[in-house]
Nanobody
Framework: QVHVVESGGGLVQPGGSLRLSCTAS?????????MGWYRQAPEKERELVAT???????NYADSVKGRFTISRDNAKNTAYLQMNSLKPEDTAVYYC???????????WGQGTQVTVSS
């Protein structure tokens, strides 16, 4: 079993910042490998925002490069998404997922709403 919980969403003005947190836990013998942030705007498909491996390798969508930073505390199995210079088009439900090592089992969190509006 894998459990994923996101937090940190909210309402922010354009140009502002938010930090999202995602904590994963597992009752299996496997460790958490990749953790990722995705987002889904109304009437749009879910899209990649950023991912990070347990060794710290990161990957970003072009639309957030230079503005968002993903980081991770392996001891806490927690990933963070620092979002700066937010734009109205960043408005979406942000979902975190965690992938178990060896099995590649993937678990999604429930999502957290981010709204960028004046």
């Amino acid at each position: 079993q894998v459990h994923v919980v996101e937090s940190g969403g909210g309402l922010v003005q354009p140009g502002g910042s938010l930090r999202l947190s995602c904590t994963a836990s597992t009752t299996t013998i496997f460790s958490i490998n990749v953790m990722g942030w995705y987002r889904q705007a109304p009437e749009k498909e879910r899209e990649l925002v950023a991912t990070i491996t347990s060794t710290g390798k990161t990957n970003y969508a072009d639309s957030v490069k230079g503005r968002f930073t993903i980081s991770r505390d392996n001891a806490k199995n927690t990933a963070y998404l620092q979002m700066n210079s937010l734009k109205p088009e960043d408005t979406a439900v942000y979902y975190c997922n965690a992938v178990l090592d060896s099995t590649n089992y993937l678990q999604w969190g429930q999502g957290t709403q981010v709204t960028v509006s004046s």
